[in-house]
C-alpha cells in the first residue's frame, strides 16, 4: 500500500471503513472517500550523519515542522551564515518545502537570510539554512537547536503565455499602498 501522511492527525495508515468507497485514518479515525485527496504522500528524510535530527512539530496543529542545527555555531554580528541540518528531503511531485523564520529568533534579529528559502520536489541534496544576525552581538547556536521551521505545501504549476494586453480590473495598477496605510 502506497504511504500517505494524514492532514488532520499525521498517521500514516489508513484502511477501508464503511463500505467500498470509504476509508478511515488509523491515528484519529477521520473518514474520506480517496486516501489520495485527504492525505498528502509521506516526505523522505535521509539523515547524512549522525548529528542530524528528524523535523518536528512542537504542538499538534502546527502547521511548520521545526529544523535543527547539526553542529555549533556562532554567528557574527551583521554576517550571513549556512547552518547544516545534515538531511536530505524526498519530497512528492507537486510540493515543495518553504525554509521559514522561528518568530522567537526573528525577535532577537535572527532570520532566515533570504526571507523563506524554496526546496524544490528534485533537489535531493543537504538542507541547509541561511541565518542572517541583524543585531551587534554574536548569537550561538548549539547542535539540535530550533534554527527554522520548514512548511511543505504543494506547489502548483503554470504555463506561461507572452500578451500584449491585460484584462481590465478595478483596481488596476494601484499598488504599494493604494487603498491607505
Given at each position: 500500500?502506497?504511504?500517505?501522511?494524514?492532514?488532520?492527525?499525521?498517521?500514516?495508515?489508513?484502511?477501508?471503513?464503511?463500505?467500498?468507497?470509504?476509508?478511515?485514518?488509523?491515528?484519529?479515525?477521520?473518514?474520506?472517500?480517496?486516501?489520495?485527496?485527504?492525505?498528502?504522500?509521506?516526505?523522505?528524510?535521509?539523515?547524512?550523519?549522525?548529528?542530524?535530527?528528524?523535523?518536528?512539530?512542537?504542538t499538534p496543529?502546527?502547521?511548520?515542522?521545526?529544523?535543527?542545527?547539526?553542529?555549533?555555531?556562532?554567528?557574527?554580528?551583521?554576517?550571513?551564515?549556512?547552518?547544516?541540518?545534515?538531511?536530505?528531503l524526498e519530497?512528492?511531485?507537486?510540493?515543495?518545502?518553504?525554509?521559514?523564520?522561528?518568530?522567537?529568533?526573528?525577535?532577537?534579529?535572527?532570520?532566515?537570510?533570504?526571507?523563506?528559502?524554496?526546496?524544490?520536489?528534485?533537489?535531493?541534496g543537504p538542507?541547509?539554512?541561511?541565518?542572517?544576525?541583524?543585531?551587534?552581538?554574536?548569537?550561538?547556536?548549539?547542535?539540535?537547536?530550533?534554527?527554522?521551521?520548514?512548511?511543505?505545501?504543494?506547489?502548483?504549476?503554470?504555463?506561461?503565455?507572452?500578451?500584449?494586453?491585460?484584462?481590465?480590473?478595478?483596481?488596476?495598477?494601484?499598488?504599494?499602498?493604494?487603498?491607505?496605510?
Amino acid at each position: 500500500m502506497e504511504q500517505f501522511l494524514c492532514r488532520v492527525c499525521g498517521h500514516t495508515e489508513y484502511q477501508k471503513a464503511h463500505g467500498e468507497n470509504f476509508y478511515s485514518c488509523a491515528g484519529c479515525s477521520a473518514v474520506f472517500t480517496d486516501p489520495k485527496l485527504f492525505c498528502a504522500p509521506a516526505v523522505k528524510v535521509k539523515f547524512l550523519s549522525g548529528k542530524a535530527s528528524m523535523p518536528a512539530k512542537m504542538t499538534p496543529a502546527a502547521t511548520a515542522y521545526d529544523l535543527f542545527s547539526a553542529r555549533d555555531q556562532t554567528l557574527l554580528p551583521g554576517a550571513v551564515a549556512l547552518l547544516a541540518t545534515d538531511i536530505a528531503l524526498e519530497l512528492p511531485p507537486n510540493f515543495e518545502a518553504q525554509v521559514r523564520c522561528r518568530s522567537g529568533m526573528a525577535k532577537q534579529g535572527i532570520q532566515v537570510a533570504n526571507g523563506i528559502g524554496s526546496i524544490d520536489a528534485d533537489y535531493r541534496g543537504p538542507v541547509g539554512v541561511l541565518l542572517f544576525n541583524s543585531t551587534a552581538k554574536e548569537y550561538r547556536v548549539e547542535k539540535g537547536d530550533r534554527i527554522a521551521q520548514l512548511v511543505i505545501a504543494p506547489a502548483v504549476h503554470f504555463g506561461l503565455e507572452r500578451v500584449e494586453t491585460l484584462s481590465d480590473t478595478t483596481r488596476g495598477q494601484g499598488g504599494f499602498g493604494h487603498t491607505g496605510r
